[in-house]
C-alpha cells in the first residue's frame, strides 16, 4: 500500500454521506422488510421477534451488498483508502513491539521501513479525523525512528512498504 495525498474536507464529507446513507438505508430497510415479514408470516397474536430479527439481517445484508457494489466508485475513493489504511496500521499494530525491537536491536531495513509507514500513516490517519489526543507521543516515536536512521546513515523509502514485509517478520 502506497500513502497517498487526500483532501481531508472532501473525505469528511464524503465520510459523512457514506455513514448516513448506510444508518438511513439499514433502518428503512430493516423496518420495511420486518413488517412485510410480519405481514406474510405472522398471526396477529403470534411473537413477532424472529420476523424483525430477519428483517434486520436481512437488511444488513442488502446494505452490505450496496457498499460493496459502489466501493470502487470515485465518490468513495478516500472512504475506501482510508479503510485500507486502518487495516494497515491495524495489521503492523498487532506486531509493532517485534517490529520494534527488530528495527532497534538489529537495523532491519524492512522493520524500518514498516515503521516508518507505521508512523507515516498514523500522523495522516490522526491529521484526517482530527485526533490530537495521541500525537505528541507518536511524534515522539517518529523521532526516534528519524534519529536511528540518521545515525546509521540509513535510506527509507515508505513506497517500498507492502504487508508481506510483516508477514515475513
Not at 61 to 87: C, D, G, P, R, T
Request: proline share 1%.
Amino acid at each position: 500500500m502506497k500513502l497517498q495525498q487526500i483532501d481531508k474536507a472532501r473525505y469528511r464529507k464524503h465520510f459523512n454521506v457514506v455513514i448516513v446513507a448506510f444508518i438511513a438505508s439499514f433502518m428503512v430497510l430493516a423496518v420495511l422488510l420486518g413488517q412485510l415479514f410480519i405481514s406474510l408470516f405472522s398471526s396477529p397474536e403470534a411473537d413477532n421477534f424472529w420476523f424483525n430479527f430477519s428483517g434486520v439481517g436481512v437488511a444488513f445484508i442488502i446494505v452490505l451488498s450496496l457498499v460493496n457494489h459502489f466501493k470502487n466508485h470515485i465518490f468513495m475513493s478516500e472512504v475506501l483508502y482510508v479503510w485500507e489504511l486502518k487495516k494497515q496500521i491495524n495489521y503492523i499494530h498487532r506486531k509493532l513491539a517485534k517490529v520494534k525491537k527488530i528495527a532497534f536491536d538489529q537495523q532491519d531495513v524492512n522493520a524500518l521501513i514498516i515503521l516508518s509507514f507505521y508512523y507515516q500513516a498514523c500522523s495522516q490517519l490522526y491529521h484526517l479525523d482530527d485526533n490530537t489526543i495521541t500525537v505528541s507521543s507518536l511524534n515522539i516515536e517518529k523521532q526516534k525512528l528519524e534519529e536511528l536512521i540518521n545515525k546509521y546513515n540509513l535510506t527509507i523509502n515508505v513506497d517500498l512498504y507492502e504487508q508481506a514485509l510483516i508477514q515475513a517478520i
